[in-house]
């Protein structure tokens, strides 16, 4: 693999940065991207310590000067893994529109300008588009409003790409994680919530669960190895989920026509 390239969002901590020293010790040369590489601190030990090297570029998703400056310093891409991504937590009545459009602007436009940018040299190389979405682009979940909307929006947006992008050699998948331990949750904003009003009673009981779930979640690593497996594969999967937990809490929503089970599994989440 050490003339393939792969750039990868959202490298400075958790699937983005185990990622990227994966596929670095794969033997892919990697570009290894983030908003602000003074952050890259913590990747660039991972890599010594790996006894590889990254590339480290300043990407900002929502921002598509940075993402066509990015872009245009490659030569050459043979993939693209959209990993970067921020959580968030909250309810319609209790914040603004304008934070639900931040929201989406980070999860959904992010992908789309990253995507958009590098398809021109993957079609070239005939390469792959790895999006990390959600089991939360699958299945509705309390107080994850707009973060699911984002995910769900990845979602069908990719699922329309993969046959259009097919046609000219391009190949297209969504890979699934459900609860992973990193800093993903700490940073989805639960220390700044607003005042929940008359939903400060399901949003305890929300909180609870969450804690519960991610006490026994999926490492980074664990991630990184499946994204990294895609890398390789001769023909990889439209959609991948990277547990057996994860397969089972998407197979609810497969399985449910009328919603009946996803709304009686997510009401209990906050009762």
Not at 120 to 136: A, D, Q, Y
Not at 140 to 164: H, R, T, W
Not at 249 to 270: E, H, I, M, N
Request: with cysteine; aromatic share 6%.
């Amino acid at each position: 693999m050490s003339n393939k390239t792969v750039l990868i969002t959202g490298t400075s901590s958790g699937i983005g940065l185990a990622t990227a020293v994966a596929a670095a010790r794969s033997g892919w040369h990697v570009v290894a991207t983030m908003r602000d590489t003074r952050k890259s601190g913590s990747l660039e030990a991972a890599a010594e310590d790996a006894g590889v090297s990254v590339d480290v570029h300043s990407l900002d998703v929502t921002d598509p000067v940075s993402v066509e400056a990015c872009l245009a310093g490659l030569g050459q891409l043979d993939a693209l893994v959209n990993n970067a991504g921020a959580g968030h937590v909250g309810t319609l009545e209790q914040e603004s529109v304008e934070d639900v459009r931040a929201v989406m602007e980070v999860n959904f436009f992010g992908v789309l300008h990253v995507t958009r940018a590098a398809l021109p040299l993957l079609r070239e190389s005939k390469g792959r588009v790895l999006t990390v979405t959600s089991v939360g682009g699958v299945v509705g979940q309390p107080f994850n409003e707009a973060y699911c909307a984002a995910k769900f929006a990845v979602e069908g947006f990719m699922e329309s790409l993969a046959p259009v992008a097919a046609t000219t050699g391009v190949s297209v998948s969504v890979i699934e994680p459900g609860a992973v331990a990193s800093e993903f949750v700490s940073n989805a904003g639960l220390g700044n919530m607003p005042d929940m009003g008359p939903y400060a009673p399901a949003l305890f009981a929300y909180l609870e669960r969450t804690r519960n779930a991610f006490a026994n979640a999926q490492t980074p690593m664990d991630v990184a190895q499946t994204l990294v497996d895609l890398l390789a594969a001769e023909q990889p999967a439209f959609r991948v989920l990277t547990s057996e937990s994860a397969c089972a809490f998407a197979g609810t929503k497969v399985k449910d026509l009328d919603g009946s089970a996803v709304q009686k599994l997510t009401r209990a989440w906050v009762s």
